[in-house]
T-cell receptor
Framework: SQTIHQWPATLVQPVGSPLSLECTVE??????LYWYRQAAGRGLQLLFY??????ISSEVPQNLSASRPQDRQFILSSKKLLLSDSGFYLC????????????FGQGTRLTVV | SQQGEEDPQALSIQEGENATMNCSYK?????LQWYRQNSGRGLVHLIL?????REKHSGRLRVTLDTSKKSSSLLITASRAADTASYFC????????????FGKGTRLSVIA
């Protein structure tokens, strides 16, 4: 069966520090991978998505970047965090070109202080 | 950008009552999906309805889709306190690799 792992669950980081959130998928190959951010009580904002190794599409200009070094690994990074980067970050995968449901990780609550 | 817009933003009902949430979208879609999110957790897929379908059932869930009005509704019958969560609609375009676009969600509170 397929599973998705996202860590850490919570993170408190000072302004200006770097960030690395990791997401891995098991039990499937060549998935489409996504990073979403959710502000408190709000909907999901798509940040990045990837349809293959090394292929990253960015939806909004921001202080963040994403990388996909392996087929089932998706990393969200920042060199210097801003207060506005605080939020709930969710990783998700979809069977490529399947137009089927998305499977989400449990999320990372990031607080920048 | 967000395509789906859920209505209402928040809904509070008594246990046993039915809960209806609506979603409107703007562009042509391949399918529309509903997800549930418990507080502080990831989203869980509930049901998917394709553009050529008008109604779909899954347990206590009933989803309708009206492509002419670009709208969908999610009905939860005989609600339970455990149904308390946020519910999101998401739309998928005809291009398989285009990301799902989520609405802002409806926060449902079921009071025991």
């Amino acid at each position: 069966s397929q599973t998705i792992h996202q860590w850490p669950a919570t993170l408190v980081q000072p302004v200006g520090s770097p960030l690395s959130l990791e997401c891995t998928v098991e039990g499937t190959s060549n998935p489409n991978l996504y990073w979403y951010r959710q502000a408190a009580g709000r909907g999901l904002q798509l940040l990045f998505y990837s349809v293959g190794i090394g292929q990253i599409s960015s939806e909004v200009p921001q202080n963040l970047s994403a990388s996909r070094p392996q087929d089932r690994q998706f990393i969200l990074s920042s060199k210097k965090l801003l207060l506005s980067d605080s939020g709930f970050y969710l990783c998700a995968w979809i069977r490529q070109a399947g137009n089927t449901e998305a499977f989400f990780g449990q999320g990372t609550r990031l607080t920048v202080v | 950008s967000q395509q789906g817009e859920e209505d209402p933003q928040a809904l509070s009902i008594q246990e046993g009552e039915n809960a209806t949430m609506n979603c409107s979208y703007k562009t042509s879609i391949n399918n529309l999906q509903w997800y549930r999110q418990n507080s502080g957790r990831g989203l869980v897929h509930l049901i998917l309805i394709r553009s050529n379908e008008r109604e779909k059932h899954s347990g206590r869930l009933r989803v309708t889709l009206d492509t002419s009005k670009k709208s969908s509704s999610l009905l939860i019958t005989a609600s339970r306190a455990a149904d308390t969560a946020s519910y999101f609609c998401a739309t998928a375009s005809y291009s398989g690799n285009t990301p799902l676009v989520f609405g802002k969600g409806t926060r449902l509170s079921v009071i025991a």
